[in-house]
């Protein structure tokens, strides 16, 4: 499996209101001719981005999110019509993505592009790499894209594919945004990640290495 992706600041910095109504991603589509494509449909993982659950920014209102309403979001993760998990996170005015990639050995991983900060060109975006499981733990994170400058702005758009071995490895390559001075030191211009998964005694045991081209 291998999709592409424009860094999504462009959809979700700029013209998104996409998590305000929620936006769902499938796993890799199953072939119906298979004999188990009626089974692997009704189990396929998928995500939805919402605004936070009810009741909680007011339980929480001096910490969570730092008091503004419009940044608690929910992630839930199903697997069919069974919710495994709502995972409670952060992002600038409410403005988030997330999708589901699921590797050659059928394991699948979620992607969450979130935003952190507030103030024009002050945002800086972030992807989130989780495996599917109950009490999420954060796997690995990349920025995705800062403000460089007064307008300037650097972004990664990224890539990931799912090689026959197993795993996924997501690639990262810098763009520029926007003429201007810049003021910080940029990101390495292409950049990978590797997520994989090995199994030992049933169990599956995740490793990742970061490497820069």
């Avoid at 936070?52 to 019509?81: N, P």
């Avoid at 997520?195 to 995740?206: D, L, S």
Wanted: aromatic share 10%; with cysteine.
């Amino acid at each position: 499996m291998k999709i592409k992706g424009r860094s999504v600041s462009r959809i979700i910095f700029i013209a998104m209101s996409t998590a305000k109504i929620g936006v769902v991603f499938a796993a890799a589509p199953v072939d119906p001719s298979s004999a188990n494509a009626s089974t692997a449909a009704t189990n396929v993982v998928t995500v939805k981005v919402t605004p936070g659950l009810t009741g909680r920014l007011k339980a929480m209102e001096s910490t969570f999110c730092g008091g503004f309403a419009d940044d608690d979001m929910t992630l839930i993760v199903s697997e069919g019509s069974k919710t495994l998990e709502e995972h409670p996170f952060c992002s600038s005015y409410g403005k988030a993505t997330a999708n589901v990639v699921t590797d050659a050995h059928g394991v699948s991983y979620i992607l969450l592009d979130f935003g952190v900060g507030r103030g024009t060109n002050a945002v800086t975006e972030y992807l989130d790499v989780f495996p599917v499981e109950k009490n999420m733990v954060e796997y690995a994170q990349m920025p995705l894209s800062e403000g460089a400058g007064p307008v300037s702005r650097w972004y990664y758009d990224y890539e990931v594919v799912s090689p026959p071995s197993g795993g996924i490895v997501v690639t990262f390559n810098l763009r520029i945004y926007r003429d201007g001075p810049i003021w910080i030191t940029l990101p390495e211009k292409i950049r990978s990640i590797c997520i994989g998964t090995t199994h030992q005694n049933g169990a599956v045991v995740f490793r990742s290495t970061d490497r820069v081209f």
